[in-house]
């Protein structure tokens, strides 16, 4: 599908990714555009795949309070699809990127104690 975005949809996801959950009809006069023209535009950037979904930025009050980590990983060659789904089951787990070197992916996680640390990366240890 064709993604190429003009000025409108650039000025358009700005506003979603400063608020998301900003309604239409504000972005609609802050864009200078129809309420019924921004609705198709935001239905269009989510059909073509430019917008892939939205989401919640914790604040500070909660994030101080969670345990955060990063984590190495090497895989057993071919058990990387397994891996990636078995981390994608884990909601600790927010970030998971590939990296070339020793390890072949970085891992971000995120606990409410260390104890849930200790015991999640006992089950990460466990996969391939």
């Known amino acids: 599908m064709n993604t190429s975005l003009d000025e409108i949809d ?26 019924t023209t921004v609705v198709a535009r935001i239905a269009r950037l989510e059909r073509s795949g430019v917008v892939a979904g939205y989401g919640v ?16 990983l090497s895989v057993m060659p071919k058990a990387g699809p397994a891996v990636l789904r078995a981390l994608g089951a884990m909601p600790e787990v927010e970030e998971v990127s590939a990296v070339s070197g020793p390890f072949d992916y970085l ?22």
């Open 10 to 35: 650039r000025q358009l996801l700005s506003l979603l990714q400063t608020n998301a959950r900003e309604g239409t009809a504000l972005l609609a006069r802050k864009l200078g555009l129809a309420r």
């Open 57 to 72: 930025r914790l604040g500070a009050r909660l994030d101080a309070s969670t345990v955060r980590a990063w984590c190495s």
């Open 107 to 128: 891992v971000f996680l995120r606990c409410t104690s260390h104890e849930q640390l200790d015991t999640l990366l006992d089950n990460v240890g466990q996969l391939d």
